[in-house]
């Protein structure tokens, strides 16, 4: 039989001597910022470290890429959580308007666990705190690996069938086009999570459009749906100040995108408008529940195509 290694735990401190000058700037760092992004279902891409919010400096700001560039403020401890940090993190997300914040630590307190808990059932339901613990693990001479465990989290659940809800009982809202985006979005993010896709599901709405990220702000992909046409789509949304040059740069990419989509596409460049589009449609009618699995089967891998073809165009080009 092969011999198995043994896990053992690192102290924190034998990596990261100091929060700001150790555990800090590695979370920054692209690819751990993707490991806590992936830990939290979040597309994260990082904006500033240390950031100045008056008098006052948070370790990292993110935004988050498929929600509308939603400012994620980010506090760190390498110690058990204290007041003074609980204070530092309301401060700074309030100063941002952040509309969700991560405090992480080598160790919860049971009263902060319990504060942030509340903290999410007060809060107006677009504003989110989750709470993680860091570790490190190792076997035998191994690197140290890091591990993020989820604390404590907004109950989506909870968010979802309330807003579910308020569609059903808001007048001004009371249509059957967003009734049925409330559902199929919440059926189809509960489809995702049973597939295991990497795909990132956001919290559900009634907007047509249901947003995943591809690794910049400058650009999202979706899946739509369109009622008045029968027809279910995905797409890439280029929304920045330079739209139109990174349009024209990507378009040059046209036959390999579309090679590995396996489509022929409709590009959008739209002069009369902030944000040029690229979309896939497929005939269907999104009212037919019992089609719903073929149709989130076909967004799903229409999605993960358009992240394989699109993300590399983005996330690879020089900085400005």
Sequence with gaps: ?????????????????????????????KENLEILGETLGIDLELEAQEQFVGPF???????????????????????KTDH???????????????????????????????????????????????????????????????RFNIICQPNDWEATVRQQAESLTEEDSETPSQNLRIRYWTAFRGY????????????????HWY????????????????TREDKIGVGLTINSEDAKILFNEVIKHKDNVEAIIG?????????????????????????????????FAWLQDTLEKFDRAFRPLFTNRPSA
């Excluded at 995702?192 to 907007?207: A, G, I, N, V, Y």
């Excluded at 910049?216 to 369109?226: G, N």
């Excluded at 590009?267 to 149709?295: F, G, H, I, N």
Aim: glycine share 4%; proline share 4%.
């Design 57 to 79: 400096r948070a370790d990292i700001l993110c935004k988050n890429t498929a929600e509308n560039d939603h400012w994620v403020v980010i506090e760190n401890q390498i110690e």
């Design 192 to 207: 995702l999570q049973e597939q295991k896709s990497k795909l990132r599901p956001q919290k559900p709405s009634r907007d």
């Design 84 to 146: 003074k940090h609980l204070g530092q993190l309301l401060t700074y997300g309030s100063g941002l308007k952040a509309k969700t914040i991560v405090w992480i630590s080598r160790e919860f307190c049971e009263e902060h666990r319990a504060a942030l808990d509340w903290l999410n059932q007060m809060a107006d339901k677009s504003v989110r705190f989750f709470g993680l613990e860091v570790e490190l693990w190792k076997i035998g001479d191994s690197p140290a690996a890091p």
């Design 211 to 226: 947003s995943f990220g591809i690794g910049t702000s400058k650009a999202h992909t979706s899946a739509l749906i369109i």
């Design 263 to 295: 489509s022929e596409l409709e590009w959008r460049e739209m002069l009369d408008k902030k944000a040029s589009r690229v979309r896939l449609y497929k005939p269907c009618d999104p009212y037919e529940e019992k089609d719903w699995p073929e149709q």
């Design 1 to 29: 039989m092969e011999k198995l290694g043994r896990i053992e735990r690192v102290d924190l401190r034998t990596v990261w001597t100091t929060e700001d000058r150790g555990f800090t700037p590695w979370l920054a760092e």
